[in-house]
């Protein structure tokens, strides 16, 4: 009930506040509730998620963005979208997939060269340290084009992506071992591991799933596959995974839902898939010795090199017990270990019970060979009473299970009722049910996949939306639900629309935990991250040709890009480099060139690079795609590219505009009128203890900057004055003019920001 007696303080709160300010028409809280037809209740679960203008989110979840190959970033509680991460997929946004440095991520782990525009992306996993997210990596698998990514939390760039040397499709995955010592992603389709045809006859034989352990250095933040190993698995379409911990430390869980092997085929009469593949009253759960395998692996002792990567045969498995098998409900789901590593849980999709194993028991099973018998290929069967505790009644097509931060407390996603059940895994006990909209696939509480998750919130990711929202056609957006978890009962808060999907899987780390930068070191290539061989500094802009191309050294600054004019010949082939000068936060600016295909993103600090040949004699208009400053649009230039033996005719460029003495001098006097204004700001600065803000000290930083630049174009403005050249003396004036502006612009900025956040006056010297 306290939730209530916030509420009416809250009801009374703002009458206070209406009473006194109805003079000026304000409306009261009851006002807007009866005009917009809100309940106590809505307005209490709008005070649980609204964020002031300028608030901070507790948490932020990485959605999987499904079949648009993205992760998709929002805050909780406050369901706000913050970004979109392109990982299989371009995102000209980001330049992603369109400057050189992340094509080259882009194209890692295509199959054959070929070059792969999407993919569907499933389960993101944070990496951990001890089973706890250590906000450092985001690791996301692509369920068609079996690979994994690695996205930088620092950065929020992908950075790596390995594609799979055994499988056709990876379902399982990514899931994470407690020290993030390896990244799990099982196979989900059978195929031949080969990669030639083999006829469906040979299904048993030929046809193999399995379990990829993805080796990974936290240093380097690099998968390393050839220190990676699989297990070579029977076609029984691996599904799920989660990595043990603690007490099932150095073990790993993968399910399976057709051990039926079953190939389809209706065109020839046959019963179709979800016949024969729902057939047995279970499947197998496959419990494999990660930690073993490895120091076998890496001493020699088994594997074997196959397509390039260490494949571990069933046999090599069975005879050193590295993998073991239980039976599990019909056509399972997920299968999630509990916190403390003790617990697995398991939910079959056509069982309306969710089945409980217990570590202890499948452990003490395997430490006393205890086996019910094997299957076709040779792996022992843990029977299910010696690994079962208990099956719990839950509902009707139970998919996923989310741990809570109270002890044995679980959330599990029940797919055909539309509904959250909440239970005890260790009295067996339902506790509450709570209907979502609609057809709810996986859920997820707070830091849930963690060792210690912290409850508070639920976030269900419903598959369908139905009716939820505005019709926007037939193609729908995905909805997620918001649920406060923190009391004894459930309550469904918001639905938050995600118009890209289909988001399968989301994972929810406390903000706190990251600490991403705001700029880059100067000429960074942030997908390779480290300095880049093309970075270029003001004032050093060129243009070299070697070995048969252009290349182009540019800079990008409010508000020009350097060269301004880029000349080169039909069939050359040109290469833009392109380094952000600017240090000032949130200052990235976008290159475009018409026709190109181009369309690069340069955050301050990145040097980015676009390579094409330019085929087409012609005007080729390139600009700034970012809206950076208030001559954003003047940011621009041309490339121009000539027919070959182009002969330039003699011709001066003609301006549209004639300058005299007197317009020089006018802009002159406005300069100096300028330089007042910016003196009092530098004035205002310095005599404030403006040092004690980080954020103040980059704004100045970046307004002497542009004072430095001022001062180059004063003097280029004052040459030509001397020789009489008052049309150049005029325009230099005027971009010195410029310079001022940007520099009174942030010096303003950080005087507010003192202003706003107590500075005080400081002894001057
Ligand atoms: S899936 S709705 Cu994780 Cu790909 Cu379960
Ligand atoms: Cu830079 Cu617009």
Redo the contacts with the bound molecule.
Sequence with gaps: MKLKRFSSVLLGLSLGASLATSAMAEQSLQDVMKARGLTEKDVLSAAKIYTPTGGRDEYLAFSSGGQSGHVIVYGIPSMRILKYIGVFTPEPWQGYGFDDESKAVLRQGGNDDMEIQWGDTHHPAFSETEGEYNGKYLFINDKANPRIAVIDLHDFETKQIVGNPFFKSTHGGAFVTPNTEYVMDAAQYAAPISNDFVPLSEFNDKYRGGLTYWKFDMKKGKIQPEKSFTFEMPPYSQDLSDAGKFVSMGWGFTNSFCSERYVGGVEKGRPPFEAGCSQKDTDFLHVTNWQKAAELVNSGKIGSKVNGSTLISIDEAVANDLMFLVPEPKSPHGVDVSPDGSHIIVSGKLDSHTWVYGWDKIKNAIDNKKFEGTDDYGIPIIAMKDALKTQVQVGLGPLHTQYDSKECVVYTSIYVDSMVTKWNYCTGKVLDQLHIHYNIGHLMSMEGDSASPDGKYLVALNKLAIDRFNPVGPLHPQNHQLIDISGDKMKLVADMPIPLGEPHYVAAIKADKLKPVVRYKSGWDSRADKRSPYKTRAGREKVVRKDGVVHVYGT?I??HITPEIIEVEEGETVSIHLTNLERAQDET??FAIYDENVQLSIEPGKTVSTTFVAEKPGVYPY???????AL?LE?QGYLLVKPKGYVAKEGKIQEGQAYTKADYNKQVKTNTDTQAVINSVVGFITSHNYKDFPEVVALVEDATDQLGFADGAKKKSEAFAADGDYQNATLWAGQHWQYQVKTADMGLRAKTFLEEHGAVKVESK
């Design positions: 990008v409010r508000s600016h976008g600009y700034c795609t970012e809206f950076c400053s954003h940011m």
